[in-house]
């Protein structure tokens, strides 16, 4: 009995206490500013903008929180828009009181699951959550003061009020707050003449404005539209016949070549394309309602303004340079053009009856006013549409600016720049084209798709060099030759300018971006292992996008594919780094306003890399170094050794130093795009001039190495002044260094003219001494790995079709050996082809072994 007592005393002892520190808790709370000011629940809290800061903690720009918002009353909104917002967020909205108990046990549900099973929180739950604590804190607690908020709100306002408050406040775009700012930015009209499909577009915003902005990513904004208007055909908010027919009208004038752009670009920004970059990459991080326009972040990212500025000097050097050239090249061509061709094609069409190719034809006049009226008429006419208000007419003028635009983007060229710290993969320095601004938008360096050129080759040389059949002093031919590729269309690959250089080593071959023996080891290790190799290199993982990218065909080892020079810098660091993944990184750490770090890549990124193990070595450091090795090669002997003095530099002592550097340049086919590409123990840059529009070409003049190689070279010294002596690091095992002789890639022996010290791969060292020069006899010098299968045509068309210069031994003097020669002419005819080769190379100043695997 006793224990009775005692059991029902204590209950109602914990009972009071309950109440007591409940009604404490609530009075405590009532008397907090939110509370005494909650007939001022509208007054919101100031934003804050979100700082850019790079690697020394220099400002580069800020985020403002310049919030476009509009307010708008309920009473004018279309009922679509309320029954679309009730759809998607909460159906229930009028019958509850603030808060669903089906929804928040379905929501914990999800989250002991593991499931997504939607979200649990009401209308007024969100409104409360934004206004009075911070969404992005992921706790019990907060939901607890959220659902106590929400049931505040419920007994201060009607639901009404709530949701128009939740329509004008909360975040929906791009620095853009509330629906009717939304609706204007997104579909250019206030929300009150919202569509039903425009309607279902707005409010898949409120959940993740980033992911389903239909400007940036519309297939995925496109499917959660479909979402929310089957929800309103299943609640009977509408009928499929008006859903079906508002989804089709919408995406049937969607402008698919709009960007999203909003006042993030009024600020000012030390390195606009960079912060562009950062933005984006802010986007996919992101999630719920954090809003860098507003929440005051501070983001810690890997830029150097000091590279950037230099960047942006050099680079705005090279395109001033290549506009004017290619300016004058293209004036010179159409003046040629029409003095030349004109008379002929007038004559032709005068002698033929063709109206339509004449000078003075209605066609010719047709495109002469056409051109003039795009670049003279339509500016003042689009801004007579502007100030007048009249939008038919501004509809037309933004079709003359978009053929203006087409035909800038094929005749002006533009460039891209990225330079990433070889060993951290931090970017420090980004530079997308010309000028930044709403109308250039693309960042090429990372967006562009264009052709490498030469600068590809490295990447399937390396996997030649793993292959062991070939090393930095094989032999190859570089003469003319046929490949067939799989489906059996002949390739004839030819040099820059047209010239064949004979017998060359496989380093002065690359070092001097030659297409034949390039070719010639492509076809011998075999596609695959190309391939391979240079999809690890370029982060090509996914199986379709590398059948897309690698193209099965000889065209492909000289750079016809399309990548972003990102990709490219990408590659050649992991040169640069021992062989070991560089995964390009921008941003290291984001804090809030408060300092405490909420998003940590670097960190992440550094977990990652430490848990691939053994894995995280993409090639050998025995390889990688080897490619160091020839692509030095290119600053001494090739394409870039017009630059090489420019690593040299001086100590506070005034003594001189040597910081080595690697590289290739690339032109592409007909011109039209320029790369250098390289690297030093600290950075690697890529650099590219081109088009935006294929079609045009730079001109003879301007080249990788003319253009891009000299930019790269000035821009590199810049960054690399002040910085102490360093050399790339050589693994302790599996190579060997040796001199060779450099005609025929054997050991140097005394009587060869020069050498050249090369490192190999331990057991792919030549072994034995030259016997060319001297007195020794000429002997075999068979080219390792090299398939001659790759020509598929038989003697006879060779010498129909690439006969080689023939000299007529009856001409010459005679001597002893006439009549061996005689006698020599009169064996085989294979015997003859090859002597006859051998002979019509005297002419390069090489003595040639008496084999010739071209005609073999």
């Given at each position: 009995?006793?224990?009775?007592?005692?059991?029902?005393?204590?209950?109602?002892?914990?009972?009071?206490?309950?109440?007591?520190?409940?009604?404490?808790?609530?009075?405590?709370?009532?008397?907090?500013?939110?509370?005494?000011?909650?007939?001022?629940?509208?007054?919101?809290?100031?934003?804050?903008?979100?700082?850019?800061?790079?690697?020394?903690?220099?400002?580069?720009?800020?985020?403002?929180?310049?919030?476009?918002?509009?307010?708008?009353?309920?009473?004018?909104?279309?009922?679509?828009?309320?029954?679309?917002?009730?759809?998607?967020?909460?159906?229930?909205?009028?019958?509850?009181?603030?808060?669903?108990?089906?929804?928040?046990?379905?929501?914990?549900?999800?989250?002991?699951?593991?499931?997504?099973?939607?979200?649990?929180?009401?209308?007024?739950?969100?409104?409360?959550?934004?206004?009075?604590?911070?969404?992005?804190?992921?706790?019990?607690?907060?939901?607890?003061?959220?659902?106590?908020?929400?049931?505040?709100?419920?007994?201060?306002?009607?639901?009404?009020?709530?949701?128009?408050?939740?329509?004008?406040?909360?975040?929906?775009?791009?620095?853009?707050?509330?629906?009717?700012?939304?609706?204007?930015?997104?579909?250019?009209?206030?929300?009150?003449?919202?569509?039903?499909?425009?309607?279902?577009?707005?409010?898949?915003?409120?959940?993740?404005?980033?992911?389903?902005?239909?400007?940036?990513?519309?297939?995925?904004?496109?499917?959660?539209?479909?979402?929310?208007?089957?929800?309103?055909?299943?609640?009977?908010?509408?009928?499929?016949?008006?859903?079906?027919?508002?989804?089709?009208?919408?995406?049937?004038?969607?402008?698919?070549?709009?960007?999203?752009?909003?006042?993030?670009?009024?600020?000012?920004?030390?390195?606009?394309?960079?912060?562009?970059?950062?933005?984006?990459?802010?986007?996919?991080?992101?999630?719920?309602?954090?809003?860098?326009?507003?929440?005051?972040?501070?983001?810690?990212?890997?830029?150097?303004?000091?590279?950037?500025?230099?960047?942006?000097?050099?680079?705005?050097?090279?395109?001033?340079?290549?506009?004017?050239?290619?300016?004058?090249?293209?004036?010179?061509?159409?003046?040629?053009?029409?003095?030349?061709?004109?008379?002929?094609?007038?004559?032709?069409?005068?002698?033929?009856?063709?109206?339509?190719?004449?000078?003075?034809?209605?066609?010719?006049?047709?495109?002469?006013?056409?051109?003039?009226?795009?670049?003279?008429?339509?500016?003042?006419?689009?801004?007579?549409?502007?100030?007048?208000?009249?939008?038919?007419?501004?509809?037309?003028?933004?079709?003359?600016?978009?053929?203006?635009?087409?035909?800038?983007?094929?005749?002006?060229?533009?460039?891209?720049?990225?330079?990433?710290?070889?060993?951290?993969?931090?970017?420090?320095?980004?530079?997308?084209?010309?000028?930044?601004?709403?109308?250039?938008?693309?960042?090429?360096?990372?967006?562009?798709?264009?052709?490498?050129?030469?600068?590809?080759?490295?990447?399937?040389?390396?996997?030649?060099?793993?292959?062991?059949?070939?090393?930095?002093?094989?032999?190859?031919?570089?003469?003319?030759?046929?490949?067939?590729?799989?489906?059996?269309?002949?390739?004839?690959?030819?040099?820059?300018?047209?010239?064949?250089?004979?017998?060359?080593?496989?380093?002065?071959?690359?070092?001097?971006?030659?297409?034949?023996?390039?070719?010639?080891?492509?076809?011998?290790?075999?596609?695959?292992?190309?391939?391979?190799?240079?999809?690890?290199?370029?982060?090509?993982?996914?199986?379709?996008?590398?059948?897309?990218?690698?193209?099965?065909l000889y065209p492909m080892g000289l750079g016809t594919i399309s990548v972003a020079p990102i990709q490219i810098a990408r590659a050649y660091a992991v040169f640069a780094n021992q062989g070991q993944d560089v995964t390009p990184i921008a941003i290291r750490a984001v804090e809030d306003r408060n300092g405490r770090i909420i998003l940590d890549p670097e960190r992440e990124l550094r977990v990652k890399?430490?848990?691939?193990?053994?894995?995280?070595?993409?090639?050998?450091?025995?390889?990688?170094?080897?490619?160091?090795?020839?692509?030095?090669?290119?600053?001494?002997?090739?394409?870039?050794?017009?630059?090489?003095?420019?690593?040299?530099?001086?100590?506070?002592?005034?003594?001189?130093?040597?910081?080595?550097?690697?590289?290739?340049?690339?032109?592409?086919?007909?011109?039209?795009?320029?790369?250098?590409?390289?690297?030093?123990?600290?950075?690697?840059?890529?650099?590219?001039f081109g088009f935006d529009k294929p079609g045009n070409s730079l001109g003879l003049s301007l080249t990788g190495a003319t253009l891009a190689g000299p930019i790269w070279g000035d821009y590199m010294r810049e960054i690399h002044l002040g910085l102490p002596e360093k050399n790339f690091i050589r693994p302790a095992d599996g190579l060997v260094d040796v001199t060779v002789c450099t005609q025929t890639?054997?050991?140097?022996?005394?009587?060869?003219?020069?050498?050249?010290?090369?490192?190999?791969?331990?057991?792919?060292?030549?072994?034995?001494?030259?016997?060319?020069?001297?007195?020794?006899?000429?002997?075999?010098?068979?080219?390792?790995?090299?398939?001659?299968?790759?020509?598929?045509?038989?003697?006879?068309?060779?010498?129909?079709?690439?006969?080689?210069?023939?000299?007529?031994?009856?001409?010459?003097?005679?001597?002893?050996?006439?009549?061996?020669?005689?006698?020599?002419?009169?064996?085989?005819?294979?015997?003859?082809?090859?002597?006859?080769?051998?002979?019509?190379?005297?002419?390069?100043?090489?003595?040639?072994?008496?084999?010739?695997?071209?005609?073999?």
């Amino acid at each position: 009995m006793k224990k009775r007592i005692l059991l029902r005393v204590f209950a109602v002892f914990t009972i009071i206490i309950a109440i007591l520190m409940g009604a404490g808790l609530g009075l405590s709370l009532a008397e907090t500013a939110n509370i005494k000011n909650q007939e001022n629940f509208v007054e919101f809290a100031p934003a804050l903008p979100t700082k850019i800061l790079d690697i020394h903690g220099t400002l580069i720009t800020e985020f403002s929180a310049d919030e476009k918002r509009e307010l708008v009353s309920l009473s004018d909104l279309p009922q679509h828009l309320i029954y679309a917002v009730l759809a998607r967020e909460d159906p229930d909205f009028y019958n509850h009181r603030g808060f669903s108990v089906r929804g928040i046990a379905r929501a914990l549900y999800g989250q002991l699951t593991g499931r997504t099973l939607g979200g649990g929180s009401t209308i007024t739950q969100q409104v409360a959550g934004t206004l009075y604590t911070d969404r992005t804190e992921k706790s019990y607690s907060r939901k607890i003061r959220e659902l106590w908020w929400a049931i505040q709100m419920e007994r201060r306002y009607t639901k009404n009020e709530i949701l128009e408050i939740y329509l004008n406040y909360m975040y929906m775009g791009p620095g853009v707050y509330g629906v009717e700012a939304a609706s204007k930015f997104f579909f250019g009209h206030s929300a009150r003449d919202i569509t039903l499909a425009e309607a279902a577009i707005l409010v898949v915003q409120l959940s993740s404005p980033a992911r389903y902005n239909p400007l940036d990513n519309p297939n995925v904004a496109m499917n959660r539209q479909q979402s929310v208007l089957d929800r309103m055909i299943e609640l009977g908010y509408t009928t499929a016949e008006a859903a079906e027919a508002s989804f089709t009208e919408y995406w049937d004038n969607y402008d698919y070549t709009r960007a999203s752009t909003s006042a993030y670009y009024n600020r000012e920004d030390k390195a606009p394309w960079f912060s562009e970059y950062v933005r984006r990459e802010l986007d996919d991080m992101m999630y719920g309602t954090m809003d860098y326009y507003r929440d005051g972040y501070t983001v810690q990212t890997t830029l150097d303004l000091e590279f950037q500025e230099a960047a942006e000097k050099y680079m705005a050097q090279g395109l001033e340079r290549a506009n004017r050239e290619f300016s004058r090249s293209r004036g010179a061509r159409l003046e040629k053009a029409e003095r030349v061709y004109i008379p002929v094609i007038d004559l032709l069409s005068l002698s033929f009856n063709l109206e339509g190719i004449h000078a003075t034809s209605d066609a010719q006049t047709e495109q002469k006013a056409k051109s003039r009226y795009t670049k003279v008429v339509n500016p003042v006419v689009d801004m007579a549409a502007l100030v007048f208000g009249l939008p038919d007419l501004k509809d037309i003028t933004n079709i003359a600016y978009g053929e203006m635009k087409n035909t800038t983007e094929r005749n002006v060229v533009e460039g891209a720049l990225i330079t990433i710290e070889s060993e951290t993969g931090y970017i420090k320095a980004i530079i997308g084209g010309s000028k930044y601004d709403e109308s250039n938008q693309l960042i090429r360096a990372t967006q562009g798709r264009v052709m490498p050129g030469s600068s590809f080759k490295p990447l399937y040389y390396s996997a030649a060099i793993d292959s062991r059949q070939f090393t930095p002093s094989t032999l190859i031919y570089d003469l003319p030759i046929v490949f067939h590729n799989e489906d059996g269309t002949p390739y004839l690959p030819l040099n820059f300018r047209g010239e064949w250089k004979g017998p060359v080593l496989l380093y002065n071959a690359l070092a001097n971006s030659m297409n034949v023996p390039s070719l010639k080891i492509l076809d011998a290790i075999g596609f695959d292992a190309a391939i391979d190799r240079a999809a690890e290199l370029l982060m090509v993982y996914d199986p379709a996008a590398k059948r897309r990218t690698f193209p099965r065909l000889y065209p492909m080892g000289l750079g016809t594919i399309s990548v972003a020079p990102i990709q490219i810098a990408r590659a050649y660091a992991v040169f640069a780094n021992q062989g070991q993944d560089v995964t390009p990184i921008a941003i290291r750490a984001v804090e809030d306003r408060n300092g405490r770090i909420i998003l940590d890549p670097e960190r992440e990124l550094r977990v990652k890399q430490r848990r691939m193990g053994n894995d995280i070595q993409i090639i050998s450091r025995q390889n990688a170094y080897v490619m160091t090795g020839l692509l030095k090669k290119t600053l001494d002997v090739g394409t870039l050794a017009s630059v090489s003095g420019k690593f040299i530099f001086r100590d506070e002592n005034g003594a001189r130093y040597h910081i080595p550097a690697a590289g290739k340049t690339g032109t592409t086919q007909n011109w039209s795009d320029a790369w250098a590409v390289g690297y030093t123990p600290y950075y690697t840059t890529a650099i590219w001039f081109g088009f935006d529009k294929p079609g045009n070409s730079l001109g003879l003049s301007l080249t990788g190495a003319t253009l891009a190689g000299p930019i790269w070279g000035d821009y590199m010294r810049e960054i690399h002044l002040g910085l102490p002596e360093k050399n790339f690091i050589r693994p302790a095992d599996g190579l060997v260094d040796v001199t060779v002789c450099t005609q025929t890639g054997l050991l140097k022996s005394p009587a060869c003219p020069s050498g050249v010290t090369l490192t190999f791969l331990e057991g792919t060292q030549p072994a034995a001494y030259c016997d060319v020069h001297g007195n020794t006899p000429v002997t075999v010098i068979a080219s390792r790995g090299l398939n001659l299968n790759a020509m598929g045509i038989d003697d006879t068309a060779i010498l129909q079709d690439l006969r080689m210069p023939e000299l007529d031994l009856d001409f010459l003097p005679s001597s002893g050996n006439q009549g061996q020669a005689q006698g020599s002419r009169t064996t085989t005819p294979q015997n003859q082809q090859n002597q006859s080769a051998s002979r019509d190379m005297e002419g390069y100043g090489l003595e040639l072994p008496s084999y010739n695997p071209l005609l073999d």
